[in-house]
């Protein structure tokens, strides 16, 4: 297998898991508050997705085989759950407290 033939496999394996299990999920589902605002998360880099519903969304992906390395957990104004892609990426939930 060449370089370009991995990308491709990586890419494919990728799209699968977001669609199989994400494919619902659009970008008016999730806002900041209060918008323009960023959420300071000091030196951690992840890629987060936004929940309306982050105990609902997580029992729907630990049902559909997801691996989450961390629970969902109160940090005090948001819920974080922290999940691997299939390649063992870590990818976070966030729902920020109403």
């Keep these: ?48 997705l936004g929940a309306e519903d982050i105990a609902k969304e997580y029992r729907r992906l630990k049902d559909a085989g997801v691996e989450f390395v961390e629970d969902p957990k109160d940090l005090g104004k948001v819920w974080v759950a922290t999940f691997k892609d299939p390649e063992g990426n870590l990818l976070q939930l966030l729902q920020f407290h109403r």
């Design 1 to 48: 297998m060449n370089a370009i033939e991995l990308y491709r496999s990586l890419l494919r394996s990728a799209h699968d898991f977001l669609e199989g299990t994400l494919a619902d999920v659009t970008p008016a589902q999730f806002t900041w508050d209060p918008p323009g605002k960023a959420f300071s998360i000091g030196a951690n880099y992840s890629h987060v």
